[in-house]
């Protein structure tokens, strides 16, 4: 925010260390969402363009590559900014994880309509990635099973990839969001999550796909709906956060128990499931204003 070369310095240097420590282009993702959110997009570029000429000038000097560094970082930072440019022009916390939700959906329509076997392809995919590990595994350790492990795993893939790029998204914006709200208007940012409630047609889609998952008889089509239901968990499990934060923000403990809730979504995944349920079920239930009610 206090100038443009710093905030290319922060940008591109922060996908430059991204090859040492993956997670920080993240970071890099939610600085340019912050700048989208406060300049908007015609600013932002004078931002984007040097910053991508940083990380094509580094990946040829450092990784000897120009084009996969590139594509990298614009892979990191363009869903980034269509989504901050979304919540800027509709001041719309739900619109902007629409706008994050619908290409995911899409992107898995699109690769069950494009590629003939999408499982088949996965399944290349990721024996090639964990091949080498297969082969230094120690004496005794299942690789036939591994191997079957990934065939159906490489079913779901689709969606997997979709829906944990969705979520990353959103995870950046919802942190620029955070840092535009320190910076410019203290207290927003949680106001503004807090009431966090996509279109009901969301809801009514999530159903058309896990019932068509679970009933339908051709096992290419059901195949489909599973994967686009992964999407609408990412979706719910976003909803459910923001409901248990408004359920537990009046109590005295609350950020104990929301602390402990973060654990155990890392320690535990299967907890994420009634965190999903409570994000699907308060389109018709209302948990938040319904508590309010009753208090």
Same mark, same amino acid.
């Given at each position: 925010?206090?100038?443009?070369?710093?905030?290319?310095?922060?940008?591109?240097?922060?996908?430059?260390?991204?090859?040492?420590?993956?997670?920080?282009?993240?970071?890099?993702?939610?600085?340019?969402?912050?700048?989208?959110?406060?300049? #908007? &997009?015609?600013?932002?570029?004078?931002?984007?363009?040097?910053? @991508?000429?940083?990380?094509?000038?580094?990946?040829?000097?450092?990784?000897? /590559?120009?084009?996969?560094?590139?594509?990298?970082?614009?892979?990191?930072?363009?869903?980034?900014? =269509?989504?901050?440019?979304?919540?800027?022009?509709?001041?719309?916390?739900?619109?902007?994880?629409?706008?994050?939700? =619908?290409?995911?959906?899409?992107?898995?329509? @699109?690769?069950?309509?494009?590629?003939?076997?999408?499982?088949?392809?996965?399944?290349?995919?990721?024996?090639?990635?964990?091949?080498?590990?297969?082969?230094?595994?120690?004496?005794?350790?299942?690789?036939?099973?591994?191997?079957?492990?990934?065939?159906?795993?490489?079913?779901?893939?689709?969606?997997?990839?979709?829906?944990?790029?969705?979520? /990353?998204?959103?995870?950046?914006?919802? &942190?620029?969001?955070?840092?535009?709200?320190?910076?410019?208007?203290? #207290?927003?940012?949680?106001?503004?999550?807090?009431?966090?409630?996509?279109?009901?047609?969301?809801?009514?889609?999530?159903?058309?796909?896990? #019932?068509?998952?679970?009933?339908?008889?051709?096992?290419?089509?059901?195949?489909?709906?599973?994967? &686009?239901?992964?999407?609408?968990?990412?979706?719910?499990?976003?909803?459910?956060?923001?409901?248990?934060?408004?359920?537990?923000?009046?109590?005295?403990?609350?950020?104990?128990?929301? @602390?402990?809730?973060?654990?155990?979504?890392?320690?535990?995944?299967?907890?994420?499931?009634?965190?999903?349920?409570?994000?699907?079920?308060?389109?018709?239930?209302?948990?938040?204003?319904?508590?309010?009610?009753?208090?």
């Amino acid at each position: 925010m206090k100038g443009r070369w710093q905030a290319v310095l922060v940008i591109a240097g922060l996908v430059c260390l991204s090859f040492m420590i993956p997670l920080v282009g993240l970071l890099s993702s939610a600085a340019l969402g912050l700048v989208v959110l406060r300049q #908007g &997009l015609p600013a932002a570029s004078t931002v984007l363009v040097p910053s @991508a000429v940083v990380v094509a000038v580094f990946g040829g000097v450092v990784l000897g /590559s120009v084009a996969a560094p590139l594509i990298y970082a614009l892979l990191l930072w363009l869903p980034t900014a =269509v989504a901050a440019w979304v919540l800027r022009i509709s001041r719309r916390i739900d619109w902007a994880l629409a706008s994050v939700v =619908v290409p995911a959906l899409v992107a898995v329509l @699109a690769v069950y309509g494009l590629v003939g076997d999408p499982a088949e392809f996965w399944s290349e995919k990721l024996t090639l990635m964990v091949q080498p590990l297969l082969d230094q595994a120690p004496a005794g350790f299942d690789a036939d099973g591994a191997r079957s492990g990934l065939r159906v795993a490489a079913h779901y893939a689709t969606g997997f990839v979709s829906a944990g790029s969705a979520l /990353s998204v959103f995870m950046t914006l919802m &942190l620029a969001r955070w840092w535009q709200s320190l910076l410019y208007n203290p #207290g927003g940012f949680r106001t503004e999550f807090l009431e966090l409630r996509p279109s009901p047609a969301f809801a009514y889609a999530a159903l058309v796909s896990i #019932g068509g998952a679970m009933l339908l008889p051709w096992p290419a089509l059901a195949e489909l709906m599973w994967n &686009l239901g992964l999407v609408f968990f990412v979706l719910y499990l976003m909803v459910g956060i923001a409901v248990i934060h408004s359920l537990l923000s009046r109590r005295p403990a609350g950020k104990f128990w929301l @602390a402990g809730l973060y654990l155990l979504l890392f320690v535990i995944p299967q907890v994420a499931i009634p965190v999903v349920l409570m994000g699907f079920t308060d389109v018709w239930m209302d948990w938040r204003h319904r508590r309010v009610a009753g208090a």
